[in-house]
């Protein structure tokens, strides 16, 4: 059975301005995009950092980057590693000031500006838009697992992995002042830190409320000063918005780390002097044994893989007719996200992808297009031994 790479997530040494994707979460519009060179308005915008640490930030709303808010593009001039007139790096990030994400970017890029964003999207948008210079996106956590809406974001936009880093999270359980644990009915927090906190949470009796992010849950406990509802941050969220913390590493186990990812316009180009870590993703046709040959031509070289994850394909009955089995449509089509240790400048890593082209061929097969470089190797040397040393 013939296999078909669907898309690589291996850097161009180009940088192209990809077409907006649709917001109807049709992957074929995806694959489409892929192989158009347009280019469309994309967007800008301007806003400053809330540092203040006290309960006056509870009423001085986070400038937060939604959509809606992003002005059209300014320029597509590559940026450089520092901002103009070497101002700091713009860093997007998921949710409000104080949220774990925040403290990821700031580790990511010491000394940046962080720049929060409402939604996942927003931050991609926000780079590809040339409002900011970085996105720093969670990808996985140690206890909650993978984070999907992400992977699938990969897919819809052309950013660039450039780098990869681990941060431990320790969440807390805020109140507001003279609010005690007994008092709690309900908890509000990220579903990621619900789930990080399920067993603590439980014990305590608390229903468990999911709203966008855990610094935005803090602020709402504190702005609507609600006595019987709790959140679920961290205590740099407890400190801009005015609350007592009530308990700290509420986290299942003590061991909580979620991986994020770097994303950038300009991809990095790959060597062989330091470890490099690469990622893929490819889809396969059914038949036994496939998936098993397709990660074999990196066990012949002896190339670890860190990650395997499947994603479903929404638009599988229409881009891959048939019946199953028990002769019913099918409706379950994979797409398979893979990390893996080795440089694209290295002989092994060349091969090993060689190999699995072959496999799949460079036909356009069931609607899937030849294999088109899109995003880049990720450097995560520093960055693993920025994490050991901790």
């Known amino acids: 059975m013939a296999a078909s790479l669907t898309r690589s997530l291996i850097s161009p040494l180009t940088s192209r301005t990809p077409a907006k994707p649709s917001r109807s979460d049709q992957a074929p519009q995806i694959l489409l995009c ?165 067993h603590t949470l439980t014990r305590l009796g608390l229903v468990r409320e999911a709203v966008d992010d855990t610094a935005g849950a803090a602020k709402h406990v504190a702005l609507k000063k609600l006595e019987d509802t709790g959140a679920v941050a961290s205590s740099a969220a407890a400190e801009i918005y005015g609350l007592d913390i009530l308990a700290e590493d509420i986290q299942d186990a003590s061991l909580n780390v979620t991986r994020f990812l770097m994303l950038a316009r300009e991809p990095i180009i790959a060597g062989t002097d330091r470890p490099f870590k690469t990622s893929i993703v490819f889809s396969l046709e059914e038949g036994p044994g496939i998936l098993h040959k397709a990660l074999a031509v990196f066990a012949e070289r002896q190339i670890n893989l860190t990650k395997i994850e499947s994603r479903p394909m929404s638009w599988s009955s229409e881009r891959f007719p048939g019946l199953d089995a028990s002769g019913l449509q099918k409706c379950f089509h994979y797409l398979f996200y893979a990390d893996f240790e080795a440089s694209m400048a290295s002989d092994d890593a060349k091969r090993a992808l060689q190999d699995l082209e072959v496999m799949t061929g460079h036909e356009e097969k069931h609607g899937c297009f030849e294999p088109r470089p899109i995003l880049p190797t990720s450097d995560f040397a520093n960055v693993y031994q920025q994490f050991l040393q901790r």
């Open 34 to 198: 892929a192989r158009r060179r347009s280019c469309v308005s994309v967007r800008a915008s301007t806003f400053g950092n809330n540092n203040s640490s006290d309960g006056a930030a509870v009423s001085s709303a986070c400038n937060v980057l939604t959509q809606d808010s992003l002005p059209r593009r300014l320029t597509s001039a590559p940026v450089p590693n520092s901002g103009s007139g070497g101002s700091p790096l713009r860093v997007a990030y998921q949710g409000l000031c104080g949220a774990h994400s925040e403290s990821a970017a700031q580790k990511a890029y010491p000394n940046c500006e962080p720049v929060p964003c409402d939604q996942f999207e927003t931050a991609f948008e926000a780079v590809e838009g040339c409002s900011v210079d970085r996105a720093v996106l969670p990808i996985e956590n140690s206890l909650g697992g993978s984070i999907h809406r992400n992977y699938d974001l990969l897919l819809r936009h052309r950013l660039h992995i450039v780098g990869e880093i681990k941060y431990a999270v320790r969440h807390c359980l805020l109140a507001n002042q003279g609010v005690k644990v007994e008092h709690l009915k309900r908890v509000l927090s990220h579903p990621q830190a619900l789930a990080q906190c399920e």
